[in-house]
Structures are given as structure tokens and as C-alpha cells.
């Protein structure tokens, strides 16, 4: 089966970095995907990694390490808007379904 | 935005009584999901499937059963609801499951409330 570790709070502060760590136990990989969700919304897409490195969306970046099957999520400049909870995610062997990290709740304080 | 939708968006129900979610969907995309959402345990599967009358269980499947006669739609039933199953419910859509990156659109949720 799959498991993912993540913190589950981080808190930080308006214009700051925030990091948030994944690491991923799988027995195939594909790659690491991240999503966000507001309080009361949906989750939505964000990001996939299926390469080791740092992919770059805006103010969003993504980071992969097959080798040590960790990957993060960089949260630049930092809005209050950003305030939400961030959840990794992998596909299982078959790379039908998705297994979704705890989450982490990221709090961004003025 | 990707056509999903759930319904109904909210229920209360007694412990007992069977209870039937609904996902429907308009992107043709193979791959359906249910999650559930509670506080300190993320998403976890319940049920998924993988084409018509095609489903497979996931994480927490004890207590529900699906179905999918339709491509767009997906059903969710739980056949006698209890208070461990009040949550917040998920329905999910894929292209691919996952295996290349395409991302999972998900619905508004159903708030379901066992009383």
C-alpha cells in the first residue's frame, strides 16, 4: 500500500517562505501531486512532480526526490489568502486511485 | 471549471436508515471516487471505479457499497447509516487515476449527519 507523512500545522507569517514536507512510502511510483483546500471548499489541484527537482508555478513551487521519497511544497510571498490546508498525494501500483497525505494546515498570520 | 456535481449537499439521517449520495459528472473521464473527510485523517477512499459497472474498494470501505451504471454518474450508498459515518463526503474525477499527473477534480461535498 501507499503512506504519506506531512506535518499537520505550520504556521507562518504574510510575505514569508513556508515549506511544507511530504515524505511517501510506495511500492510503484509515478509521482507526488499537491493539492489545496479552503475551509468549506473543495480540494483543488496545485502541482505534480513525476521527475526529481523543482517545478515552478508563480508563487508555487514543488520539489521531488525519488531517491529519498520526499518531496515539498515552497509557498512563496506569502497572502493571507494562502491559508488553507495542503495535502501530498501518490498513485497506488496500479496508478488508479489516489492516496492522500494527513494534510497540513498552513495558518498565515499579518 | 470541471462538470461534477453532488447531491445532496447536505443530509441529516437516522442511525438505521439507508442513505444514497450521488456524484455526477459531464467530463466523460473514466475514473470515479469517494472520499471521506474527517478532522485528522485527511481523504481517505472509500470506493472507486474504473469504467462502468467497474468498482474497486479503497481504504475504508466496510459500510458502503457503489454503483455505476452511467459513465457520469456515481452512486454512493450507505446501507444502514451510523454516527461513525457522519463526515463529509467527496466525489472525485480522473482522466487518467493518477498514474500521469492529471490532476483529480473533486465536488463540492455532502455534509451527512447521522443522528
Known amino acids: 500500500g501507499q503512506s504519506l507523512e506531512q506535518p499537520s500545522e505550520v504556521t507562518a507569517v504574510e510575505g514569508a517562505i513556508v515549506q511544507i514536507n511530504c515524505t511517501y512510502q510506495t511500492s510503484g511510483f509515478y509521482g507526488l501531486s499537491w493539492y489545496q483546500q479552503h475551509d468549506g471548499g473543495a480540494p483543488t489541484f496545485l502541482s505534480y512532480?513525476?521527475?526529481?527537482g523543482l517545478e515552478e508555478t508563480g508563487r508555487f513551487s514543488s520539489f521531488l526526490s525519488r531517491s529519498d521519497s520526499y518531496g515539498y511544497l515552497l509557498l512563496q510571498e506569502l497572502q493571507m489568502k494562502d491559508s488553507a490546508s495542503y495535502f501530498c498525494?501518490?498513485?497506488?501500483?496500479?496508478?488508479?486511485?489516489?492516496?492522500f497525505g494527513g494534510g497540513t494546515r498552513l495558518m498565515v498570520k499579518p | 471549471d470541471a462538470g461534477i456535481t453532488q447531491s445532496p449537499r447536505h443530509k441529516v439521517t437516522e442511525t438505521g436508515t439507508p442513505v444514497t449520495l450521488r456524484c455526477h459528472q459531464t467530463?466523460?473521464?473514466?475514473?470515479m471516487y469517494w472520499y471521506r473527510q474527517d478532522p485528522g485523517h485527511g481523504l481517505r477512499l472509500i470506493h472507486y471505479?474504473?469504467?462502468?459497472?467497474?468498482?474497486d474498494k479503497g481504504e475504508v470501505s466496510d459500510g458502503y457499497s457503489v454503483s455505476r451504471s452511467k459513465t457520469e454518474d456515481f452512486l454512493l450508498t450507505l446501507e444502514s447509516a451510523t454516527s461513525s459515518q457522519t463526515s463529509v463526503y467527496f466525489c472525485a474525477i480522473s482522466e487518467s487515476g493518477g498514474r500521469s499527473g492529471t490532476e483529480a477534480f473533486f465536488g463540492q461535498g455532502t455534509r451527512l449527519t447521522v443522528v
Open positions: 512532480n513525476a521527475l526529481d
Open positions: 471505479s474504473y469504467g462502468v459497472k467497474d468498482t
Open positions: 467530463e466523460n473521464h473514466r475514473y
Open positions: 498525494a501518490v498513485p497506488n501500483n496500479a496508478g488508479n486511485m489516489l492516496t
